[in-house]
């Protein structure tokens, strides 16, 4: 997850609009950083630090701050990790979005598929089969 905060703190600072605003829309949305037009948060992007991003990313997933999320981390395997950064930025993986957590897990325990909650919704996601996993390598 820290290694996905650097990335993502990267891109919230770049000069690449694409790069950035997506990143600083999600800053907002959390209320990681203090409310403010996204225009004057693009022209103050330098004075952004990895704790704010790191405060997204534990308000996204559900957490009061870092330091609970951070204790929430370690309890996790590492796969579900993975399958939470990968539904928020990988487009080669099938994902189901729901309203909610509660919705994606009613469909999950129908279906199949592992739950992750992103921001306010919820995923449903399946892991890439190992055999799938040495042919991506290839290409």
């Known amino acids: ?31 990681a950083v203090p409310a403010c037009p996204l225009q004057a948060l693009f022209r103050d992007r330098a004075s952004l630090q990895r704790k704010h991003v790191l405060r997204m990313l534990a308000f996204e997933a559900g957490h009061a701050g870092w330091e609970a999320y951070s204790q929430a981390l370690s309890g996790l395997d590492s796969q579900s990790v ?17 309203v909610g957590e509660q919705q994606a897990a009613q469909f999950a325990s129908a279906h199949g598929g592992l739950v992750t909650r992103v921001g306010h919704q919820g995923a449903v996601v399946w892991p890439v089969p190992e055999r799938q996993r040495g042919r991506e390598g290839e290409r």
Do not use: G, I, N
């Not at 997850?1 to 999600?26: F, Q």
């Not at 399958?83 to 979005?97: D, E, G, I, N, P």
């Open 82 to 98: 993975v399958l939470s950064v990968a539904a928020q930025r990988s487009t080669a993986m099938l994902k189901h979005w729901f």
């Open 1 to 31: 997850m820290l290694r996905e905060a650097k990335r993502l703190h990267r891109a919230a600072t770049s000069d690449a609009l694409s790069e950035s605003l997506p990143v600083l829309r999600r800053l907002l949305a959390a209320r």
